[in-house]
């Protein structure tokens, strides 16, 4: 019984470093497609960048309205960040 235990310990212990591994893997993975995203939105502009033109010109009222809430999230975040550094560049 006590090898038993040993044995599911071990097995657990390796599957916890697999799953670390794995999941580090994964993170690096979608650091580096969101650099290319930011870099491919850098050299070419946010509507083609983000792919929003795609979206735009996909059939259904949905996807329309999805692109206009990506750019209204965009433009609000936009504002967000220049309203807040105004108001540290005050103090």
Avoid: C, D, P
Wanted: without cysteine; positive net charge.
């Amino acid at each position: 019984m006590e090898k038993s235990f040993k044995n599911q310990n071990k097995l657990s212990q390796k599957f916890h470093k697999i799953q670390g591994y794995s999941y580090f893997a994964l993170s690096i993975i979608a650091m580096v497609l969101l650099i290319a995203l930011i870099a491919r939105t850098l050299a070419i502009g946010v509507w083609e960048g983000l792919f929003l033109s795609q979206l735009w010109n996909l059939e259904g009222w949905y996807w329309s309205a999805l692109t206009v809430v990506i750019l209204v999230g965009l433009v609000g975040g936009l504002v967000v960040l220049i309203i807040k550094g105004f108001e540290e560049m005050r103090f």
